[in-house]
């Protein structure tokens, strides 16, 4: 897609958020509002993640200021699965720049599950988009690092950095999704073949799955997120992690294909940038606002938390959050308003 563009300097435009106050008991509230509710099942596709208590719950909105709301479960540490895609395409594309990492990887949704073959080979090896299954392993692909071990380094520490704290990894998860990956290598071989890998695809596996292993809790997404809202600079910490364009590309591509083949109805419904993780986590972010971060084991068919969705709505909601909501402005009424009386008479 050509803008034509280059060289034309962004305007940005963000709200705020209620008082403090405001924004403390709403969180409170979206977590007392949700917590009764147990449909959904915990993943049982990584033998590790069966274990979980389904009926943890934790809810945080992170504010641009560097203030952080919490109710419920928010310190309980979980694996931060695929909500990691975000964070490491937002590292490659810091790195590498807006156009390598489009052509190499792509943006748009395959409207199939996230661990599709088929999608692939329908798009003659292009992998689409860096949230599916295959888009993310050539964007772990990409890490800068001579070595594998290097490569998880910078993504350790580089996530760490969105965080505001020093992640480590799940040695157990790691262990039990490694024993289990065997779709992934498939898909990575996949790649390979069609020149989309470079380097070895099962350490490339390798490096994903330890990513994928990376141990967070609810604030910790909601500090992740915040820090994409604000610029690329993590406002809690006051370090800037990546450029603020890279937001914006990374926001965008969340849009469009965060919650896989639900992506559209999120949007329609919800209307903010999102990725889930099969450990019962999501992030939600409100460029220029601040994030949202939930914790909630039990998922949906489509494998997004049940508890994590709707309290995520209920906020984007009672804090103004979605994107494509609009009134009137009461100085654009009033003068319109006036001018139709200057003309009756």
């Known amino acids: 897609m050509d ?40 993943a049982d596709y990584i033998p590790v993640l069966a274990a979980a208590d389904p009926d943890l719950f934790g809810v945080s909105v992170a504010e641009v200021d560097g203030r952080v709301h919490t109710a419920g479960h928010v310190d309980v540490e ?15 594309c810091h790195e590498l720049g807006h156009d390598i990492v489009r052509e ?18 329908l798009n003659d090896g292009h992998p689409m988009n ?37 992640l480590v990894l799940d040695g157990e998860v790691y262990q039990s999704e490694t024993l289990t990956n065997q779709r992934n290598k498939a898909i990575a071989r996949l790649l390979e073949s069609y020149g989309r890998i470079d380097t070895d695809p099962l350490e490339v596996v390798d490096v994903y799955t330890r990513q994928c292993a990376l141990r967070v809790d609810a604030r910790d997404l909601a500090v992740m997120g915040a820090t994409l809202a604000d610029g ?20 965008s591509v969340l849009a469009a294909t965060g919650m896989y083949e639900r992506s559209g109805e999120w949007l329609f419904e919800i209307g903010i940038p999102a990725k889930s993780g099969v450990a019962g986590g999501i992030v939600a972010v409100a460029p220029g606002k601040g994030a949202i971060g939930t914790f909630s084991p039990r998922l949906d068919r489509a494998g997004n938390s049940v ?3 709707r309290a995520t709505a209920y906020l984007s909601r009672t804090l103004g959050l979605n994107v494509f909501a609009s009134d009137v402005h009461a100085s654009g009424r009033a003068a ?9 008479s």
């Not at 979980?78 to 490659?92: C, D, G, N, R």
């Not at 199939?112 to 088929?118: C, G, R, T």
């Open 130 to 166: 860096p949230m599916v299954n295959a888009g993310a392993l050539a964007t772990t692909a990409l890490v800068p690092g001579a070595t594998p071990a290097e490569q998880w380094e910078r993504i350790r520490t580089t996530l760490s950095a969105f965080a505001g704290r020093q």
């Open 232 to 251: 690329g600079v993590n406002p809690v910490t006051g370090e800037r992690v990546v450029d603020a364009h890279v937001c914006g590309d990374t926001l």
């Open 78 to 92: 979980f694996s931060i699965q695929s909500i990691s895609k975000a964070f490491v395409y937002a590292l490659v």
């Open 3 to 42: 803008t034509d563009v280059e060289g034309v300097e962004q305007a940005v435009s963000t709200g705020t958020l209620p008082a403090w106050s405001r924004v403390d008991e709403l969180v409170t509230e979206a977590h007392e509002r949700y917590l009764p509710r147990t449909s959904g099942a915990v």
């Open 104 to 121: 190499r990887v792509g943006v748009d949704n395959t409207g199939l599950p996230f661990n599709s073959v088929i999608a692939i080979e």
């Open 307 to 309: 508890r994590g969705q």
């Open 336 to 344: 319109r308003s006036s001018e139709r009386k200057d003309s009756a």
